[in-house]
Antibody, heavy 117, light 109 residues
């Protein structure tokens, strides 16, 4: 079973950049069928798709966040990354990385990132 | 513009059946056949329960079933158990985006 784990700072100051890395194990993100995704969930609210990246370079972004998102992928380390610029308190959420595709069958445990000064 | 709409809450007593609906709005007809369902107990990551409308991953009890009628997909839980109390989300995807419904809180009375 593929395993995913988010890592990165848990506290980010307003106007700064949120950075998260997802490390994949028990499998390879070089697989042509792998789509790496980021999903977030503000406290007490629902799931929101942020973005998707494929090892061959295709990326897809939530239109509401597009201008603030940067994605990257490192197949040699089986990692993919998210950067979200100019954060505000509204970006406080649990951030999940996941394997997207026909369904989201593998999720990271989630990382609570708080935006506060 | 594509969207998924769920009722905010449903409830049922142990042993009963409950159904959660997910109304799909999309110009991409394949979106209707790509609906999946996720269970999320408090404080945990979502878990895949149903994919492509009706398919159940291994390990998911057969009390959970999915169906679709026109533009509405449904998740039915039969023989309700206390452990089924959780938030449930439907999801689908287009060629350029992943979509989530707003979530439905299932309360087992």
């Amino acid at each position: 079973q593929l395993q995913l784990l988010e890592s990165g700072p848990r506290l980010v100051k307003p106007s700064e950049t949120l950075s998260l890395i997802c490390t994949v194990s028990n499998g390879s993100i070089s697989d042509i069928s792998f789509f790496g995704g980021w999903i977030r969930q503000p406290p007490g609210k629902g799931l929101e798709w942020i973005a998707t990246i494929h090892p061959h370079g295709n990326t897809y972004h939530n239109p509401s966040l597009r201008s603030r998102i940067s994605l990257s992928i490192d197949t040699s380390r089986d990692q993919f990354s998210l950067k979200l610029d100019s954060v505000t308190a509204a970006d406080t959420a649990v951030y999940y990385c996941a394997k997207l595709g026909r369904a989201i069958d593998s999720w990271g445990q989630g990382s609570l990132v708080t935006v506060a000064s | 513009h594509s969207a998924l709409t769920q009722p905010p809450s449903v409830s049922g007593s142990p042993g009963q059946s409950v159904t959660i609906s997910c109304t799909v709005t999309s110009s991409d007809i394949d979106t209707y056949n790509r609906v999946s369902w996720y269970q999320q107990p408090p404080g945990t990551a979502p878990k895949l329960m149903i994919y492509e409308v009706t398919n159940r991953p291994s390990g998911v009890p057969d009390r959970f079933s999915g169906s679709r009628s026109d533009n509405t997909a449904s998740l039915t839980i039969s023989g309700l158990q206390a452990e089924d109390e959780a938030d449930y989300y439907c999801s689908s995807y287009t060629s350029s985006a992943t979509l989530f419904g707003g979530g439905t809180k299932l309360t087992v009375l």
